[in-house]
């Protein structure tokens, strides 16, 4: 992409093989996207002024305007924080610390007005280069907030002084899965059963790979510390890029378990030449690569009052090197992801008409990768010692087209492909993208877990699933905001020059949905209103969610997970089971879809048998919806969802 936003059209690839990562823990808590079209909703940074404070340190003030910004409990969107300062034009730009004397609200921190925020100053061994800001409670959408102050260490003295923002997503500390359950993705993670995984195989006359490796259930990490890798069973293994046999990743390498905020969309080229602008000029001549990312990027003579500037400051920054990219991180106080990490924060693979942009994190493949010991960036661009210093480190995750001749789905959610099939340097194409990541602070106690559960009252009459929805009052979820579609990158209008099948979320006519949850004496009840333009699902079995669908997952207790959805498709009502035990469920499940074509509706109602799913009268479990949005046959495309984290209890 040069420069401007094009059209992006409908996925026609094969959604339906990595929907059951859709939903596959009731409580996932985030989805990472990458973005590669200007968006309005960065956040920005208005009204800078630093006074002194005393002989030792200053003041920072600004103003805030974040859009779609989100916090519901646990789950929240943060802005990370720093500074650059210099004595005077001519000189150094230098990275100022913090003076904070906590993690949380430290004092001398605040606000003037607006909507209320938390101030979170990480502390380390690299000292207090930054700091977090999110909502002070719950709520989502646009946080303006004036004469937000810092305090900042005065030298130099800041006669210039910068203010960066970068938008991050939290994942919280908990155990996860890392690879798929149906086995299909390139290079996946599972755990090893005693069998040696088959290797790939070629089959049909197009040239496609199918990889039919068998025998390679998912990995559970369930906590910090080391991780035994090889051909032992139950270790940590893959059907490629390797981890060390009989080795381990040691416990000093960041293995997704605790809590990690990672950048919500690529570095942009506003942020890129913004950073190369605070560069010495031979440092900036490392970082710029004038064939590659020259046109998006340009630089004018002389290196005196801020020499790069971003035709299009919002898109994605295309053609940085892994070198760039650790740079940029290290110059913004942030760090590598890592591949589990990644795995964990349950990122999207990026659409096939941006690019094919991948993300790149740090493999577990490599003896340079597994050196990584998740240390940050200090505020230059000076990579720390345990970082990758090359694509051997690394390895490629995300994207869904250009690692030919592979399937679709070589990649989705758990595909790993190497550095250099992926053609990494930066002068190849396809663009690789760089998404930097921070662990959470230790200290910061403004995110404890709500133990209270959702009441799910007891309807007043057995539900009939007939689709006609007679027996509900008031929904548990109304899905109708730009925030609750995912991925994000489809919330933005149409460009003027979109054709008839850009895929853009056109409001709650398109999509949206009424979610509704209640029980009746020995059933879950379960039932959704859709409002959908268009309906479409042409799919069957285990495919059912690549079209316009309802998926929902349950967790009861320890280890008991259900993952199912139901369709209406062009042979009538189909349910299909991705997780959960036995058969029981599917034979005594109630079902209903119904469309209303005038009206624009899809209604859905499902009577789920407590004894089937493992749940009795005042029991509690996790829950999670979603509804998927396939509006020309060619495959979902865009969805709504509940949330993750929801909790609930059956109330007598």
Known sequence: MRGRVQTMKKNKTRPELFVTHAVAAAVAWVMLS????????????????????????????????????????????????????????????????????????????????????????????DGFTGMFLRRAGDGKGTVTASTITAVISLEPLNTNLLVFAIEMAYVPEGPFELGSSDGVELNRLCAYTGQDISPPMRVGTSGIYHDFAENTP????????????????????AAGITPEDGGEIPASFPNGYAAFYGMKRFITQGQYAAFLNTLTEAQAE?????????????????????????????????????????AFAAWAGLRPMTELEYEKAGSEIPETGHGGVYDRAVSIGSAMGRTFAGTHGDGTPGVPEDWPKDLSGVVFRGDVLHAAPMNGRHLAK?????????????NVWPFPGWRAARSAAAGDTGLQPDPAHRAVAR????????????E???????????????????????????????????????????????????????????????????YATQNIASGDALQIGIVIGEGVRWNFGLALTKTGVAFHQ??????ALAKTANLAAVRDDAGGVTRYELRLPLEALGLKPGGAFGFNAVVFDDDDGFGQCYRVQ??????????E
């Open 34 to 125: 990458g973005a590669d079209a200007a968006r309005a909703e960065n956040p920005q940074i208005d009204n800078v002024t630093v006074t002194q404070r005393d002989a030792q340190t200053a003041q920072v003030r600004f103003d805030l305007n974040w859009p779609n910004a989100l916090r519901l409990g646990m789950r929240h969107d943060a802005v990370w924080v720093f500074f650059k300062a210099r004595a005077g034009d001519g000189t150094e730009w230098r990275h100022p610390r913090l003076v904070a004397d906590r993690v949380l609200s430290p004092s001398g921190f605040g606000q003037g007005a607006g909507t209320p925020l938390e101030f979170v100053v990480p502390d380390g061994k």
């Open 218 to 237: 998912p990995y559970r990490v369930t906590g910090p510390g080391a991780i035994p890798t090889g051909r032992q069973p139950g270790r940590l293994w």
């Open 286 to 326: 490392q970082r710029f690569y004038a064939e590659g990312h020259g046109p998006e990027i340009t630089r004018s003579d002389g290196r005196s009052n801020g020499t790069y500037t971003a035709s299009v400051p919002g898109a994605r920054c295309p053609w940085l090197s892994w070198a760039d990219g650790a």
């Open 414 to 426: 758990a595909g790993r492909v190497s550095a250099p099939y992926a053609h990494a340097d930066r």
């Open 459 to 470: 309807l007043a009459k057995a539900l009939r699933a007939d689709g006609v929805l007679d």
């Open 472 to 538: 509900w009052t008031k929904p548990v979820a109304v899905l109708s905001d730009p925030d609750d579609i995912f991925p994000d990158r489809f919330r933005l209008p149409p460009p003027a020059d979109a054709g008839p099948d850009a895929a853009f979320w056109q409001g709650p006519q398109d999509l949206g949905a009424k979610l509704y949850l209640g029980w009746d004496g020995d059933t879950l009840c379960v039932a959704g209103e859709v409002t959908d333009d268009k309906h479409f699902n042409a």
């Open 578 to 583: 991705w997780e959960g035990a036995g058969d």
């Open 642 to 651: 509940m949330g993750p984290d929801l909790r609930f209890v059956l109330a």
